[in-house]
């Protein structure tokens, strides 16, 4: 015990500096956030927001809800579409096993790989010819095509360690593969919806490369837009840059922590077999 306790206390005082070195652009964000305009170039820098202001925030409430508005429909209307099309994907790759799985499997990694400038390119081509350009159904199907594959991948390592002998307790009782799959295998992949529906809206409510080129002339903007046009358009207001920054923030983090416990077996489920 003598020997490993100060071992222990080196260890968690490490970790305790380096996270708050990581943690450290986020409590600059929140409390510039804070800071009035003329105390923004003060030297040194204050480290608390003396004599603090909510201007930045009442800017965003003015001027920055439409933005948030969009993303969120965005982001629930990505994290439909991905579920309903992962899910199903990855049935067939777990139970079906149709010919050519493995292979459809490692296309579908190969294509988290391809950069989302060329892809946004591909879509703008497309969209523009397709008269869906600047629309928000565009920039959905555009935001889950980062998410399938993701999704489909995670999907199918947990549903292959579903027993088989459930899904042929179904099959017997008379369910079609139909309501085999909606009865018993959806119900059992709590943990792998929450973490693909999880990131699907991360990756949607994040987005850059797509709400640029896809939705950037549009009356419907993403806050990844909103945040981008509000600098270009008043780069001396930072307080209000940063509230804008900070109130983004909120959905995922909030998200991230209620559904922590759910990605972290999800993510996992399947790299072990018993």
């Known amino acids: 015990m003598t020997t490993s306790t100060p071992r222990a206390w080196w ?7 380096l996270t708050g070195l990581m943690l450290f652009p986020v409590y600059w964000m929140i409390n510039v956030s804070f800071t009035r305009d003329q105390d923004m170039r003060a030297n040194p820098p204050h480290l608390f927001p003396i004599n603090g202001t909510l201007d930045g925030y009442r800017a965003v409430l003015d001027q920055q809800l439409p933005y948030l508005g969009t993303s969120f429909l965005v982001g629930l209307g990505t994290v439909v579409l991905t579920v309903a099309l992962a899910a199903p994907a990855g049935y067939a790759l777990a139970k079906l096993r149709p010919p050519g799985g493995p292979a459809l499997s ?3 990694l190969i294509a988290q790989m391809i950069p989302g400038i060329i892809m946004a390119m591909g879509f703008y081509a497309i969209y523009l010819t397709l008269g869906v350009l600047n629309t928000l159904p565009g920039l959905i199907l555009a935001d889950t095509t980062l998410a399938v594959p993701f999704g489909v991948l995670i999907f199918t390592a947990f549903m ?8 042929q307790a179904a099959v017997v009782d008379g369910a079609s593969r139909l309501r085999t799959f909606w009865s018993v295998v959806l119900p059992v992949s709590r943990n792998s919806i929450v973490t693909v529906s999880l990131f699907a809206f991360l990756w949607s409510w994040s987005d850059f490369i797509f709400a640029s080129t896809l939705a950037g002339g549009g009356d419907h903007q993403p806050i990844t837009l909103g945040i981008y046009h509000y600098i270009g358009n008043n780069n001396q207001q930072w ?10 923030s909120i959905p995922a983090a909030v998200l991230l922590i209620l559904a922590q416990r759910y990605v972290s077996m999800g993510v996992t489920a399947g790299a072990v077999k018993d």
């Open 11 to 17: 260890k968690t005082g490490i970790g305790l500096v």
């Open 106 to 108: 490692f296309v579908l």
């Open 160 to 167: 292959s360690g579903i027993p088989d002998e459930l899904i």
């Open 239 to 248: 307080n209000a840059i940063m509230a804008t920054a900070v109130v983004a």
